[in-house]
């Protein structure tokens, strides 16, 4: 049994004192009444201070990080290493978000590297694939995306592999309000679980957690989580509103 799994991305909104605020009285209304994991990602420099709200407080949830570089430390201006993110007490960290790869030149293979290196350092990847319009409406939406995944999994090991995460976010549907049906969503990520399981095995495949994304919101949630094969949703601008997060949490 697949244990459902909401992360939300806060993407760049929110100084750390607003995080605080926020991670407060997320913690005052929190009620799991799901039972799923539930994972916030602030900003790099609101992380220290969501991590001593939710220690301190004793809310269970999990810190994710946005993003980071593969290398561990090193002449790269502006970048956050894997090291820095474990000191911090962050388990989780997106990896391959498509507004990195439109806006910051992420690839699959600078992906790939991410995600081996997150594993290396015991962090959990949730790692970010996806098809824009373009592709979708040519007919190609599903052999992009697998290819895409596997590329990005080049050389993990089968042994890591529990700890993954996939996304599945149809780039076009991303802050757009519009999103992919349920039935459309649930196809691709049954094309995933399937590739999956040829690339590793049944058991890991019927076990990974694949999340949706895309213009996640109170109004969709509970039908996308009706389906087979997703098993959360990363949720993107709902994931700063406290009563829509909560609505998510609670679908």
């Given at each position: 049994?697949?244990?459902?799994?909401?992360?939300?991305?806060?993407?760049?909104?929110?100084?750390?004192?607003?995080?605080?605020?926020?991670?407060?009285?997320?913690?005052?209304?929190?009620?799991?009444?799901?039972?799923?994991?539930?994972?916030?990602?602030?900003?790099?420099?609101?992380?220290?201070?969501?991590?001593?709200?939710?220690?301190?407080?004793?809310?269970?949830?999990?810190?994710?990080?946005?993003?980071?570089h593969?290398?561990?430390?090193?002449?790269?201006?502006?970048?956050?290493?894997?090291?820095?993110?474990?000191?911090?007490?962050?388990?989780?960290v997106?990896i391959?978000?498509?507004?990195?790869?439109?806006y910051?030149?992420?690839?699959?293979?600078?992906?790939?590297?991410?995600?081996?290196?997150?594993?290396?350092?015991?962090?959990?990847?949730?790692?970010?694939?996806?098809?824009?319009?373009?592709?979708?409406?040519?007919g190609?939406?599903?052999?992009?995306?697998?290819?895409?995944?596997?590329?990005?999994?080049?050389?993990?090991?089968?042994?890591?592999?529990?700890?993954?995460?996939?996304a599945?976010?149809?780039?076009?549907?991303?802050?757009?309000?519009?999103?992919?049906?349920?039935k459309?969503?649930?196809?691709?990520?049954?094309?995933?679980?399937?590739?999956?399981?040829?690339?590793?095995?049944?058991?890991?495949?019927?076990?990974?957690?694949?999340?949706?994304?895309?213009?996640?919101?109170?109004?969709?949630?509970?039908?996308?989580?009706?389906?087979?094969?997703?098993?959360?949703?990363?949720?993107?601008?709902?994931?700063?509103?406290?009563?829509?997060?909560?609505?998510?949490?609670?679908?």
């Open positions: 049994m697949r244990t459902p799994f909401i992360a939300g991305n806060w993407k760049m909104n929110m100084t750390h004192l607003e995080g605080i605020k926020f991670i407060q009285e997320l913690g005052y209304e929190y009620k799991n009444k799901n039972n799923c994991e539930v994972c916030l990602c602030p900003p790099f420099i609101a992380l220290r201070s969501v991590k001593n709200i939710i220690d301190t407080d004793h809310i269970d949830i999990k810190l994710g990080a946005q993003n980071m593969f290398e561990e430390n090193g002449a790269f201006t502006g970048e956050v290493s894997p090291l820095m993110l474990k000191a911090l007490g962050v388990e989780y997106i391959g978000h498509s507004e990195r790869r439109e910051f030149a992420d690839t699959n293979e600078t992906v790939n590297k991410k995600v081996i290196s997150a594993f290396k350092h015991n962090l959990k990847p949730i790692m970010c694939i996806g098809e824009s319009l373009k592709i979708r409406e040519n190609n939406a599903e052999s992009f995306v697998l290819s895409q995944m596997v590329e990005c999994l080049k050389e993990v090991d089968a042994k890591n592999i529990a700890d993954l995460t996939v599945y976010e149809p780039i076009w549907a991303i802050g757009t309000g519009k999103n992919a049906t349920s459309d969503a649930n196809d691709m990520c049954r094309a995933i679980r399937i590739r999956l399981a040829e690339l590793y095995s049944n058991s890991f495949a019927e076990q990974a957690r694949i999340q949706y994304g895309g213009s996640v919101k109170p109004s969709n949630i509970t039908e996308l989580m009706s389906m087979s094969d997703i098993d959360g949703a990363l949720v993107g601008g709902a994931s700063i509103k406290l009563e829509d997060f909560i609505a998510i949490i609670n679908y």
